[in-house]
Every structure is written in C-alpha cells, then in structure tokens.
C-alpha cells in the first residue's frame, strides 16, 4: 500500500490532477488483502464516482440555491457514511454528491470538479487493482490448505470431544463447547478462502476444484458430528462399547494423517486401519446392540424402540463420518499430489 500511495502521489504531481488527495484517498479505501476484494471495490468506486457525478451534475444544474444545496450536501453526507460499510458503491455514489454540492456552493465551475474527481478516483482504483495484482500478491491457493488443515484438526478435537462425552456421560464440560465453537469457525474460514479464490483470475485459481471436494467433505464432516452431538446430549445414551471406540480411532487416525500430508510430515503406514477390519467392527456393533437390547427382559416396548434406535442412529452417524474421513484423506493425497509446494 505504501509503494502504490507513493506512485499514486508521483502520478499526481506529473500529471495536471487538481486534488492528487483524491488519488491517495481512493487507494486507501480500495485497497484490501485479497485480490477478489479489491476488483469488486475498484469496480464499485468507479461506478459510484460516475453515477453520483452525473446525479449530482443533474441537480446543481437546476438548483442554484445555496442553502438547498448545503441540505442535500448534509443528506448525502450523512447516507455515504451510513452505507459505507453496508454497501460501498451506494456510499461512493453519496459521497460523490456529497463532494459536487459542496464545491457546487464554493465554485462557479463545478463540471471541472465532476471531471477531475472521475478522473482521479478512476486512477487510484486501477493503481490499487493493478498493486493487488502484482505487488507480492497474497493468491487464496497458497493460503486455502491451511484453512483446510485448521478445519480438519477443528473437527478432529470436536470428534474427541464427542467420543470422550459419549464414554463419560455427565455435563458437558467447557472443553466440548470450545470445540463446538472453534469448528464452526474454521470451516466458516474454509468457505470464506473458497469464495476468495473463486473470484481470482483462472490461471491463479489452482487446485479449486479439490478445495472444492475439501471444503464440502469438511463441511459434510462438521453436520455429522453435530447430528451425533445434539442426538447424545438430547437422549440418554448407552454405555460406550469397544467397537464404537475402535471406529472412532479409525476416523480420527484418517484425519490425523489429512493433517500430516498437508503438513509434509511422514506417515508410519502401519498405524493404517484395515478397511475390512472397519466394516467387521460396524457389523459386529450392530449385531450386539440389538442382540442385547432385544434379550434384555427388564425394558418395556418403548425403552426397547427408543435404545434400538440410538443404536441404529450412533451405527448410521459412524459409518457416515468414516467414509467422509477416507474421503478427506484421499482428496488430500490428491491435493497435496497437484500442489506440492
């Protein structure tokens, strides 16, 4: 930002600009971290300088009254900053009027005004767009796999947390709730690297459609543990059984080793569940619960249909959240194969 205001400023001084202000100002405001952000408010500052320059050009015409203006002036000022952070072209168009009708009240020449501030907000938008495009350019590709391994440790620690409630029963302690909450956040950040990257150039929008894979696998991980979640604390569950256990270690060794590829770190394969292994377990899990829960002789019909189903709906949510992390590790394999670096 500083070396774009610096030519900002040499461009003014050169060149006849009457405010070299308007340039720096314009920089300043348009200028954001991300590429996407940037066009988008490029483009919203130079549509709102235009469409305020010929609104307000339109009413100066016609009204000469000075305190009319300096109402208008007044209004327009006060929307400009009441938009601003709602909607910046509205605001650039407000404050655009705003600018005209003052030097509507100071100067006799106000189409000279209207020019030089299209003109000046026209070069401060495309010196910050061409900076964000060429200045150390922070592109969403090289930033998106840390999002991805935050999401998939985030989930990792919420499914512990899961685990370790289920095991224990009792309240929910204050670690689960942070878990919960740190989860949400990280796929929320996930999502945002996304769309950021969606709004990049093609050549720069790298590997977008395996993110794409990522961010809907991690986002289909976090719904699944969620269902798990809310469905424990709403009912009261059963005694945690070896098999369950044994599967949650599979799911979370897949998505300790999601983390380990993106961290370019080595993978001990020995420690790799075997996959027959798993489904022997699910069927065995199964078939103990219902074995159990219909020779049980001490519960009546409707204890017996809500247990058998918190058995059917744990098995379902376990099977589920064990393909998506198999998914998670091969599509991660699958990235880091394209984008090594």
């Known amino acids: 930002m500083t070396i774009t205001i610096l030519i900002g400023f040499i461009v003014g001084k050169f060149l006849p600009f009457q405010n070299v202000y308007w340039i720096l100002l314009t920089i300043v405001v348009i200028m954001r971290p991300g590429y996407g952000l940037t066009k988008e408010r490029s483009y919203n ?17 016609v009204v000469q009254n000075h305190v009319i203006l300096s109402i208008f002036s007044i209004i327009c000022m ?59 350019p922070a592109w969403e590709f090289i930033n998106t796999p840390i999002h991805i391994e935050n999401s998939i440790r985030a989930n990792r620690t919420y499914l512990r947390e899961i685990a370790d409630f289920y095991n224990k029963k009792g309240e929910v302690p204050t670690s689960y709730r942070l878990a919960r909450k740190n989860v949400f956040i990280e796929i929320g950040n996930l999502m945002t690297s996304f769309q950021r990257m969606m709004q990049e150039p093609k ?3 790298k590997t977008l459609p395996i993110v794409n894979k990522l961010v809907v696998l991690n986002h289909s991980l976090l719904s699944a543990l ?26 979370l060794l897949n998505l300790d080793h ?11 394969t020995d420690t790799f569940f075997d ?18 829960l219909a020779t049980d002789e001490e519960l009546d019909k409707e204890t017996r249909q809500a247990k058998m189903q918190e058995a059917q709906m744990v098995i379902e949510q376990l099977i589920w959240m064990s393909n998506l992390a198999e998914k998670i590790l091969k599509i991660t394999k699958d990235l880091k194969a394209t984008n090594p670096d």
Request: no cysteine; aromatic share 12%; proline share 1%.
């Open 78 to 136: 006060l929307l400009g900053i009441s938009f601003a952070q709602a909607n910046y072209k509205i605001s650039a168009t407000f404050v655009t009027m705003y600018v005209v009708f003052i030097y509507g009240i100071l100067v006799p020449n106000v189409v000279e005004v209207i020019q030089f501030r299209i003109l000046d907000s026209l070069v401060g938008a495309i010196l910050a767009f061409l900076a964000n495009q060429f200045l150390w």
């Open 275 to 292: 996959k027959e292994d798993v489904t022997l377990q699910f069927e065995e899990m199964k078939r103990k619960n219902f074995t159990r």
């Open 258 to 268: 999601s983390i380990s590829i993106l961290r370019n770190e080595t993978i001990i």
């Open 203 to 205: 050549s720069k929008q």
């Open 45 to 61: 500052r130079i549509f709102g300088t235009i469409l305020g320059g010929l609104l307000a050009f339109g009413i100066v015409s």
């Open 226 to 251: 969620a269902s798990l979640s809310t469905y424990i604390q709403a009912h009261q569950t059963t005694s945690a059984s070896e098999s369950f256990n044994y599967i949650i270690k599979t799911i």
